[in-house]
């Protein structure tokens, strides 16, 4: 079908009033409602074009008025009509919404138990409505938008994260003004992180059985407004001041070099199915928006929310387009991780299809040239799983990732072959034509889950304070409690507990690809066991900002280990290494190469390493023209005894960084080649090699080295570092 001009659609502001257009193509009327200050209705008739869309120009009104659809047409559930003009609709393009639901009053389009009985009770006063909003200008941008490759992304709640920080002022805590604080912004700038990626910030609603509870949904995974950012975390008001609110944050964390990244919902909407409520598109009209099955009666459900936006149809796929144009373009937004993505490449007959024209549409439009595209590459109907299928200028998260690596650090593998798999980018679902590691979004937690530190404290979930008797949230969660199921005052236990973390996180931060935190994570924010936290909008979720030192210590060493990935290239790979031979300036092969595996005996892994299934020490090396690292991992209870490689990997080892205590690693941090050294169970270290920068120091290293003894002990080896202290090393730049 030809497009029409969407840019009427809206509610826009004129030299005389305020311009509004709806799509409504199969009504027979439509009337817009306003909203006068003591909640009084007058009601116009709009005119209808040939082009399906429905207008009208009001004189004498602007910015801040309220407003919504009647739209008139028939019902007839059995052919996806459910039409009803007793229904006071929302605006699918109203820039900001205000007002709530009454889950007691007359929300559904049908009677009480009867889905296919029309209800003639008004909706008006028990329904959130439309708010006009004047253009202004958009924030600042952010001085230059980030490769991926150089992208550490921090995912958090908004609401949560400063909820209860002592140094926001308490009027604007769990707000966009809270999150524009310059405490938050120095303490995102400090850690290191380059882009927030906040839940879902467009205007969400809770869904019926979860305000029957008595509970909200805290996670806004129920998206009502395409276009509105979340009135809730507007302090001021919510009558438009949400968006003038949301534009402020942006800009603090522009203004820091910290881009700003949505979790975004098109892959449902909180009218949840037919026996839901009605608050929008379904009665604009149900069969255009939304997927249905081939009865033409129920909502085709691919998402496990109730229904499903049917992004087949133009139009519903250009109110998609229309939505993320406008967040980059007046909101300032620097990408987009998309819910459930596979129900938005889904074509007529709901098959998935990898060259759907929403991915054809963001890969022609140069508004998202350098935006950051990520998809949650599954949803839950057939086919849904497509990570890895994605293609050129789309990352994806990596269940694959997150599922080995916890399962690598409690112990539950067979060997290293998948953890070098993981590390190197994950080149068996992502090394494809167009695409490089970052396509990789790697992670070990998110919102959805266990937290960092509860993944090291339970064994199962306790998902109680959610009202379902424990039976919601997954039962797979590739845990371990290390002896004890929950918090303890065991000081063995505690400090094993953040050890691990460290493990985890060094390993998602090190791996190739791009490394995504979840907030708090970094100080052992604690979620006592819920691993389906999505209701709880309660301490239990909000981050707790009392952090104790020994916490506060792993905070540090993970910043620590941001900025040593942000220093050095060569640990964060643009591009897939494939054991390729590394060439000096003048084009000389240094006889090293740009990813190889370490066995901690012979040097390179060899196949009998491969395939040891009780393995768990590997070596990760990585290399360019001028500098290298040699990164451990040794998920074992027991130290590994390990042998430094020699030339032509390298001819001094510097510890940098690791997980361990200090006191279970050489005092004297610079190591020379072949040394034995013993790596600490479960830990990680990362040591810088030195190496030749030419092939003539390659030679002259070499024959100096063949002259050199080997150190055969502790004792040898500690003779050895006392000679090299006094003596100055060369730094390898």
């Known amino acids: 079908m030809q497009i029409p001009d969407t840019s009427t659609l809206g509610a826009h502001v004129t030299d005389r009033g305020v311009a509004f257009g709806l799509w409504a193509p199969r009504a027979t009327k439509v009337e817009l409602a306003l909203i006068g ?3 009084e209705q007058h009601n116009h008739d709009m005119q209808r074009g040939d082009d399906g869309i429905w207008s009208v120009e009001v004189d004498g009104i602007g910015a801040g008025q309220q407003y919504g659809f009647r739209v008139h047409g028939p019902w007839d559930p059995s052919d996806g009509s459910r039409f009803n003009p007793a229904r ?18 007359p929300i559904l389009d049908h009677v009480t138990g009867d889905p296919f009985t029309i209800s003639t009770e008004d909706s008006f006063g028990a329904v959130p409505v439309s708010v006009v909003v004047a253009d202004t200008a958009p924030p600042t941008p952010v001085a230059k938008r980030r490769p991926m490759s150089e992208t550490v992304i921090y995912e958090t709640h908004l609401r949560g994260f400063t909820k209860l920080h002592p140094e926001v002022p308490e009027h604007l805590r769990g707000s966009y003004l809270g999150m524009a604080d310059p405490a938050v912004i120095a303490y995102l700038v400090d850690l290191g992180v380059t882009a927030v990626e906040f839940l879902p910030l467009q205007h969400f609603v809770s869904e019926p059985f979860i305000a029957n509870k008595g509970l909200r949904n805290y996670w806004g995974y129920n998206t009502l407004g395409f276009f509105a950012p979340h009135a809730a975390y507007a302090p001021r008001g919510t009558v438009g001041n949400q968006v003038a609110d949301f534009k402020t944050m942006v800009s603090a964390l522009h203004e ?9 919902v098109y892959n449902h909407t909180g009218e949840g199915g037919h026996e839901g409520p009605t608050l929008s598109m379904r009665g604009i009209d149900h069969d255009a928006y939304y997927r249905l099955t081939n009865d033409r009666r129920d909502d085709y459900d691919v998402t496990g929310c109730g229904n499903s936006v049917n992004t087949a149809h133009p139009m519903v796929l250009q109110l998609v387009l229309d939505s993320l144009r406008y967040w980059v373009t007046e909101m300032g937004v620097d990408g987009f991780r998309f819910d459930l993505a596979t129900t938005l490449i889904r074509d007529w007959h709901h098959h998935v299809d990898q060259n ?18 990520i998809a949650e590459p599954w949803d839950i109907g057939p086919y849904g799983y497509q990570v890895g299928a994605w293609g050129p200028g789309w990352s994806e998260w990596n269940d694959r990732f997150r599922d080995h690596v916890r399962d690598y650090w409690r112990g539950s593998v067979h060997g290293v072959q998948e953890l070098a798999t993981r590390l190197a980018g994950s080149p068996d679902l992502f090394d494809r034509p167009g695409r490089t590691p970052q396509a990789s979004v790697n992670f070990v937690t998110a919102h959805d889950g266990f937290t960092m530190r509860d993944l090291v404290s339970y064994d199962v979930k306790h998902n109680l304070a959610n009202g379902e008797a424990n039976r919601d ?4 969660n590739h845990s371990w409690n290390h002896g004890w199921e929950g918090d303890t005052s065991d000081p063995l236990i505690t400090a094993i507990r953040r050890r691990q973390v460290l493990n985890l996180m060094a390993t998602q931060i090190l791996a190739a690809g791009t490394p995504m935190l979840t907030a708090g994570d970094e100080f052992g924010r604690t979620q006592k066991g819920n691993n389906n936290a999505y209701c709880q909008d309660s301490p239990l979720s909000w981050v707790d900002w009392t952090i104790p030192d020994q916490w506060r210590d792993v905070r540090d060493r993970v910043a620590a280990l941001i900025a040593l990935r942000r220093d050095h290239e060569v640990l964060r790979l643009d591009e897939f290494a494939h054991h390729t031979e590394v060439l000096g300036e003048g084009g000389e092969n240094l006889q090293r190469v740009d990813l190889t595996w370490m066995d901690g005996a012979s040097g390179q892994m060899g196949e009998d390493a491969w395939h040891d299934g009780s393995r768990r020490l590997l070596g990760m090396y990585v290399s360019d023209e001028k500098e290298a690292f040699l990164t451990w991992f040794n998920s074992a209870s027991e130290p590994a005894p390990a042998t430094l490689p020699g030339l032509p990997w390298g001819h001094g080892f510097e510890i940098v960084w690791h997980s361990a205590d200090d006191d279970e690693l050489p005092i004297q941090k610079t190591l020379p080649a072949r040394a034995p050294l013993t790596i600490p169970g479960r830990s990680v270290v990362v040591m810088r090699v030195l190496v030749p920068q030419s092939s003539e120091e390659l030679l002259r290293l070499q024959g100096e080295a063949a002259a050199a003894p080997v150190p055969q002990s502790s004792e040898e080896l500690l003779r050895v570092q006392e000679e090299a202290a006094a003596a100055p090393v060369p730094s390898g730049d």
């Open 88 to 105: 006071l609709l929302l605006d699918p393009y109203a820039r900001a919404i205000v007002g709530g639901i009454d889950f007691r009053g």
């Open 37 to 39: 200050a003591r909640n």
């Open 473 to 476: 949230g997954t039962d797979n």
């Open 356 to 373: 759907h024209p929403f991915k054809q549409a963001i890969a022609d439009d140069p508004v998202f040239r350098d935006v950051k595209i």
């Open 256 to 264: 820091a070099g910290i881009e700003v990244l949505l979790d975004v």
